[in-house]
Structure formats: structure tokens, C-alpha cells
T-cell receptor, first 116, second 115 residues
């Protein structure tokens, strides 16, 4: 089974609107971390936001927020007030366990296109 | 804002040749990583490095790969005898610590093309 599933290969949103990018995960660990990264067309990977499995509140970073639903094993990224510069690939990633692994497991990504 | 820097941005190499990809992690970070992304595919973990030794590696990281921290600032990935399937974007990343809340900060990547 896929550890990280991003079911939306592509999304469109109009400038200034909000958009939700879906991510579901699969782990048997009680302690894990969830991350979102942005990859513009230039190729770099930019860290956006982090949610820990024991965090009771949803993470927020500026216009980014993470809608964390532990029972459903989902960690959706919400971008409010979309800007043209938000057009990029967005990857959800997970790190399992408190210290037993270093690796991030990535999903296949969602390509977001923001139009005027 | 401090960042991870990678050189070169693009490397073209003949199959069978050795290649070294270079990275300068963020200066106060202690954990270093390499990932790769084959064109159009997901990002895959290769190796993590801490305290001058490999702490974890994936099945992709076979004997043709090696990593080194030759001095206090550089972190390198060497591919000894490149194959066509090694063509990918290679990302270096670093993190301050190893706890769950420690994000890995990525460089801009090196695009490796094997001919």
C-alpha cells in the first residue's frame, strides 16, 4: 500500500480563492510527522508546513494551513488567498516514528495552477 | 535566510563515468540527506548522514553510491560508474536535528543527465 497518497494530479484555482490539496497517509506508528513541500517549475523544494501526530491544533504558516484529521489519516494543505506565484507542484511527505528513521516518504504530488 | 546550496546545477556525464555532486548544508545543521527525483516521478530517499557516518540508506543506495563530508562544510554524493537510469534530479537536504518537528531543508537540486 502507498504510504502517502495524493489523489489530485492537477488542480486549478482562481487568484484570491482558497484551495485544498488532499493527502492521505498510511502508517502503524503512533508518532509521525507530516510535511508539505512546494516545487516550482525551477525545481527547488521549498518546505511549507509541518504537523506532528501528537499536535492537537492544526498547523498554520501564513497563508498555509494543514487540515489534520488523524482518524481519517488525512493531512490536507489549505492555501488561502491564492497568488499566481503559488503555481507549482505540491508534495505531501511523512516521516514515521520519533527517531527510528530519517527518511521522508513523498507522495506523487499535485500540480496547482493559479489563474487570474 | 540560510539555505542549502548545490553544485553544479546541471551535470552531463557519459555512462560508466564517475560523478560527484556537491552540497553545502546550512551551517548549524547536523543531519544531511540525499534524495533523487526521476523525471515525472516522486522524490525518493537515498541516504542520511550524521556524525560522519551513514545513519540510514535505501535499497537504491547500492555499492556504486557513496557519501562523504570531506571538510566542515561540504557534503558530497559520488556515483562510481553511472548508468542511464541514474539520470535524475538529485537533492541534498539538511536538518538541525532529528526529531519529528525538524524539517529537512532542500537545496535547488542537481540535474544529472547520463548519456
Amino acid at each position: 500500500a502507498q504510504k502517502i497518497t495524493q489523489t489530485q494530479p492537477g488542480m486549478f484555482v482562481q487568484e484570491k480563492e482558497a484551495v485544498t490539496l488532499d493527502c492521505t497517509y498510511d502508517t502503524s506508528d503512533q508518532s509521525y510527522g507530516l510535511f508539505w513541500y512546494k516545487q516550482p517549475s525551477s525545481g527547488e523544494m521549498i518546505f511549507l508546513i509541518y504537523q506532528g501526530s501528537y499536535d492537537e491544533q492544526n498547523a498554520t504558516e501564513g497563508r498555509y494551513s494543514l487540515n489534520f484529521q488523524k482518524a481519517r489519516k488525512s493531512a490536507n494543505l489549505v492555501i488561502s488567498a491564492s497568488q499566481l506565484g503559488d503555481s507549482a507542484m505540491y508534495f505531501c511527505a511523512m516521516r514515521e516514528g520519533p527517531y527510528n528513521t530519517d527518511k521522508l516518504i513523498f507522495g506523487t504530488g499535485t500540480r496547482l495552477q493559479v489563474f487570474p | 535566510e540560510p539555505e542549502v546550496t548545490q553544485t553544479p546545477s546541471h551535470q552531463v556525464t557519459q555512462m560508466g563515468q564517475e560523478v560527484i555532486l556537491r552540497c553545502v548544508p546550512i551551517s548549524n545543521h547536523l543531519y544531511f540527506y540525499w534524495y533523487r527525483q526521476i523525471l515525472g516521478q516522486k522524490v525518493e530517499f537515498l541516504v542520511s548522514f550524521y556524525n560522519n557516518e551513514i545513519s540510514e540508506k535505501s535499497e537504491i543506495f547500492d555499492d556504486q553510491f557513496s557519501v562523504e563530508r570531506p571538510d566542515g562544510s561540504n557534503f558530497t554524493l559520488k556515483i562510481r560508474s553511472t548508468k542511464l537510469e541514474d539520470s535524475a534530479m538529485y537533492f541534498c537536504a539538511s536538518s538541525e536535528g532529528r526529531g519529528q518537528g525538524q524539517p529537512q531543508h532542500f537545496g535547488d537540486g542537481t540535474r544529472l543527465s547520463i548519456l
